[in-house]
Antibody
């Protein structure tokens, strides 16, 4: 079964760093782009960026460029989303999702992770 | 950025109704358009890609159409499990962008 399993909920203070994960299984992890999507409480979906685990080619939305870092460790089939200094406004649910066509950047998401809730509060 | 505008923002419908949601792009995106369903407290579920192709396992009561700047998602006969929020997304130009969502509620 193809699936993406994300790390658990996090509660952090402003200024702290954080790295959340998304582990793929049931398919060739290095051959499909993985994306990250933010959903703030009660709001819609926002595309943050994508990574190709095969060579770590990465693209960011201008809204998130410089605010987060997307990475991947293909040896353990895991993609990451990290912050160096969290803000209260980073409080949101974060989803990873797989592009549906092998090695094709311009393809729709097909499989989603279950989401990781990040709460940033003093 | 390409703006995706869905209409209506919400609608009330009855079981068995035929429902159509519209998504308009601020510029042409060919057929690089996807639709997703999200239920409260759950991750989105992929329904349609390339404007009109059903994802694996998605029932045929869902259908999509359109090209360029105008797209629709139709649910042929609304069932209780279809009450949810629906989002369109373009993946033609960076950054990929989502519509604001359409909430389908029970009348």
């Amino acid at each position: 079964e193809v699936q993406l399993v994300q790390s658990g909920a996090e509660v952090k203070k402003p200024g702290e760093s954080l790295k959340i994960s998304c582990k793929g299984s049931g398919y060739s992890f290095t051959s499909y782009w993985i994306g990250w999507v933010r959903q703030m409480p009660g709001k819609g979906l926002e595309w943050m960026g994508i990574i190709y685990p095969g060579d770590s080619d990465t693209r960011y939305s201008p809204s998130f460029q410089g605010q987060v870092t997307i990475s991947a460790d293909k040896s353990i089939s895991t993609a990451y989303l990290q912050w160096s200094s969290l803000k209260a406004s980073d409080t949101a649910m974060y989803y990873c999702a797989r592009h549906g066509e092998m090695a094709t950047i311009r393809s729709a998401f097909d499989i989603w992770g279950q989401g990781t809730m990040v709460t940033v509060s003093s | 950025d390409i703006q995706m505008t869905q209409s209506p923002s919400s609608l009330s419908a009855s079981v068995g109704d035929r429902v159509t949601i519209t998504c308009r792009a601020s510029q042409g995106i060919s057929n690089y358009l996807a639709w997703f369903q999200q239920k409260p407290g759950k991750a989105p579920k992929s329904l349609i890609y390339a404007a009109s192709s059903l994802q694996s396992g998605v029932p045929s009561k869902f259908s999509g159409s359109g090209s360029g700047t105008y797209f629709t998602l139709t649910i042929s006969s609304l069932q209780p499990e279809d009450f949810a929020t629906y989002y369109c997304q373009q993946y033609n130009s960076y950054p990929w962008t989502f519509g604001q969502g359409t909430k389908v509620e029970i009348k």
